[in-house]
């Protein structure tokens, strides 16, 4: 006959015993006195390393050079751990699904705490919690959240409608008068306009014709009014007293600018002119005449050509011959 654990009384001596063993067995070793596996994964670089490993050693525990065996695959505090843990949890492998992935200060956390453990990793999860139901909309509720927005925001171009405040006022202003809205979170309210945008503002309008709201019940935004008071100037109907005195305003202040300017034009001086930057500097600091310009190709092409040594013998030589010729007959008219 099996016996029942909840009768049988644990021996005080052997807890004793267990917890003594514990204290004195190294923070990484199993309880069959085996090693622990780490393993490093590929963000955990150098000097880093070196000092992990020589903790992990120091207090019992031996480093692999593959994930394979290892009970903990340590990671830098930049990298993503919950990624890297849910593609060992979904891998195929049996062996590697018992892996747990840690970042690096785990293993000073354990060395300090003087145990090998690894924490919990769930957390809450957003959404309906198991058990609970999700109230739905009914007819109803679109209809009395229509006819809500039909009242307060008749025009959609006056904005509000996709705002959470006309939501929230449904909620908070009056709970008594309006606990069918009860039912739902503001939040909620105004996504379920918004999803049915379309088809609720098409019933608003035909709930609007038939009981138009006044100018009371309106909500106390308006979008359009934003918009009209920054580009709108601010108009004012004058009467003839104020004209008069705009009149004489506008005479007093030309008579003033003619008289500044009259003063201004009597106390003006000329400025001063100012000397050059050679007039300031001695005879013989200044500096020395520009070269003259090299005459260029282009300087010539209006210019006659100029003339050769042997062209011009040659015209000499012509008037000589010339000079001869006139001496000869002057010579032989004297005969």
């Not at 880093?48 to 290892?70: F, M, P, W, Y």
């Not at 008749?154 to 939501?167: I, W």
């Not at 918004?194 to 019940?217: H, L, T």
Request: net charge neutral.
């Amino acid at each position: 006959m099996p016996l029942d654990t909840a009768e049988v009384d644990l021996d005080p001596e052997e807890v004793l015993s267990e917890n003594e063993e514990r204290a004195h067995r190294p923070v990484f070793r199993d309880a069959n006195n085996f090693p622990i596996g780490f393993f490093f994964h590929k963000s955990v670089k150098e000097p880093s390393r070196r000092a992990l490993k020589r903790d992990i050693e120091k207090h019992g525990g031996i480093v692999l050079n593959t994930d394979k065996g290892a009970d903990t695959v340590l990671i830098s505090p930049l990298y993503e751990r919950r990624m890297l843990q849910n593609a060992y949890n979904a891998i195929d492998d049996p062996s590697l699904r018992k892996v747990y992935v840690e970042y690096t200060p785990f293993i000073q956390h354990c060395i300090r705490e003087k145990e090998f453990y690894h924490r919990p990793d769930i957390t809450g999860m957003s959404g309906v919690p198991a058990g609970r139901r999700r109230n739905e909309y009914t007819a109803e509720d679109d209809e009395r959240l229509c006819q809500y927005l039909s009242r307060i925001l008749p025009d959609k171009e006056s904005g509000g409608r996709q705002g959470l405040k006309v939501y929230q006022a449904l909620l908070e202003a009056m709970p008594k008068e309006y606990s069918w809205a009860k039912r739902h979170t503001p939040e909620s309210w105004k996504e379920r306009y918004k999803k049915n945008a379309s088809n609720f503002d098409a019933w608003i309008a035909e709930m609007v014709k038939i009981d138009p709201p006044s100018k009371k019940q309106l909500w106390h935004e308006d979008r359009r009014k934003t918009h009209n008071a920054n580009k709108r100037r601010r108009q004012y109907v004058y009467t003839d007293e104020e004209e008069e005195e705009d009149l004489q305003r506008e005479q007093s202040v030309q008579s003033e600018e003619e008289e500044r300017n009259q003063t201004d034009e009597e106390d003006y001086v000329p400025p001063a002119r100012k000397r050059r930057r050679s007039e300031n500097v001695p005879h013989r600091a200044q500096p020395r005449a520009k070269r003259p310009r090299i005459a260029r190709q282009s300087d010539y092409q209006d210019s006659p050509p100029r003339r050769s040594r042997k062209s011009m013998g040659k015209e000499r030589a012509l008037e000589q011959g010339e000079d001869q010729e006139v001496e000869e007959e002057l010579s032989y008219e004297g005969k």
